[in-house]
């Protein structure tokens, strides 16, 4: 069967400051429902690239100066970062950055602007249900929780707007193993139960080939590999050479 990609990236070309040229034509697919991951070293684009799907890019005087993103069929890429959420694109930015004054809970409603159907209360049940811990946490003020359980509020804030495409970038970033493993659970479940898509942005290309059944490599600006993830981790050259897997 052949069906449409919810998200769709053809060639696009990406410069920071009108000069600096810093993705060349990189495409990549998300099909509906699933996880894709993007991984690639340091300073690759990879987080580039999710700020150009999310309109962030604009908050950096960035631009995608050619080639085209298209969400649900619609082109999307000259739109504003408030628009494209609203359409259900929502990213995670790397450093799982809270509100640190606020607590928990109030963390999760600041998401719940951006819902269409649902009610706010059903939002913080469907996040305490994947997330317990938060609700134990729900009125401790954010600032001064662990890491593991701000990356968990940042993710749930994403799950409030009632996404269709979540954009993760490097959620595994500092943690203990445990959580990571307890937190990758999560976004497999979201995935699995919620039909959520997700594109995951991860330095850690073992855990990213474990939850994503396709993924890209990246390497400064370009898309330099693309396959099933089993495949990708079978070849011996690029689990070295790319991955770091051996
Ligand atoms: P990391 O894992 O370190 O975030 P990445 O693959 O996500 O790496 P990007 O953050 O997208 O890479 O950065 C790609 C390139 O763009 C780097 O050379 C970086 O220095 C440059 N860059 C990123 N943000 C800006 C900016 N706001 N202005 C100018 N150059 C930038």
Not at 19 to 29: A, Q
Not at 73 to 78: L, T
Not at 146 to 152: A, D, K
Not at 161 to 188: C, Q, R, Y
């Amino acid at each position: 069967e052949t069906q449409e990609p919810i998200l769709k990236i053809s060639n696009i070309e990406v410069k920071y400051h009108e000069v600096i040229l810093v993705l060349k034509g990189v495409s990549i697919e998300v099909p509906k429902g699933g996880i894709v991951a993007l991984l690639g070293a340091n300073g690759a684009g990879k987080s580039t690239t999710l700020k150009a799907i999310s309109g962030l890019l604009k908050t950096e005087d960035g631009k995608v100066t050619d080639g085209a993103i298209e969400f649900e069929g619609e082109r999307i890429h000259a739109q504003g970062a408030a628009t494209i959420a609203r359409k259900g694109i929502i990213q995670v930015i790397e450093g799982r950055r809270v509100f640190e004054h606020l607590t928990v809970e109030e963390n999760l409603k600041v998401g719940a602007h951006l819902r269409k159907s649902g009610s706010v209360k059903d939002g913080l049940e469907m996040v305490y249900h994947y997330f317990p811990r938060l609700r134990e946490k729900r009125n401790e003020t954010a600032g001064f929780i662990s890491g593991g359980e701000q990356q968990m509020t940042v993710v749930g804030r994403a799950l409030m707007t009632e996404p269709k495409l979540v954009l993760l970038d490097e959620p595994s970033m500092g943690l203990a193993p445990m959580l990571i493993h307890e937190i990758f659970n999560i976004i497999k479940q979201l995935n699995d139960e919620q039909g959520i898509s997700i594109l995951l942005v991860e330095q850690n290309a073992k855990l990213a080939l474990s939850v994503a059944p396709y993924a890209y490599v990246m390497e400064t600006g370009r898309i330099v590999m693309d396959g099933e993830s089993s495949t990708l981790t079978e070849n011996e050259d690029i689990k070295d050479f790319y991955l770091g897997l051996t």
